[in-house]
């Protein structure tokens, strides 16, 4: 059974740092795609940061780019998404996801080519 398990969520204030984790377990994430989704209440969720089944490109929505990193270790079947500048926008619940068929690729940002979500960790920034 697989499992994707978020960590690193909280409270920060404007212009703070957050860093999320996902594990994996169950199935390996090498030569999968993996994205990082956000949901805030009343709104759909959406495409924050992705990356190819070969780790080679990065995909970030317009929004974050530039405050926001993406990064997975296939050793540790860990995926890291690591916010700076952190705005009251931002706030939202971050789920990762993990695509369950090798070596796709595609458009990474949409939601629907994802297999395996999280339970998703909730992100709060105050102004």
């Excluded at 860093?19 to 495409?47: D, H, I, V």
């Excluded at 990762?96 to 080519?113: K, N, P, V």
């Amino acid at each position: 059974q697989v499992q994707l398990v978020e960590s690193g969520g909280g409270l920060v204030q404007a212009g703070g740092s957050l860093r999320l984790s996902c594990s994996t377990s169950g199935r390996t994430f090498s030569n999968r795609a993996m994205g990082w989704f956000r949901q805030a209440p009343g709104k759909e969720r959406e495409s924050v940061a992705a990356s190819s089944w070969s780790g080679s490109s990065m995909f970030y929505a317009d929004s974050v780019r530039g405050r926001f990193s993406i990064s997975r270790d296939n050793a540790k079947n860990t995926l890291v998404l690591q916010m700076n500048n952190l705005k009251p926008e931002d706030t939202a619940v971050y789920y990762c996801a993990l695509d369950q068929i090798m070596l796709r690729g595609g458009d990474y940002t949409r939601s629907a080519r994802y297999d395996y979500w999280g339970q998703g960790t909730q992100v709060t920034v105050s102004s």
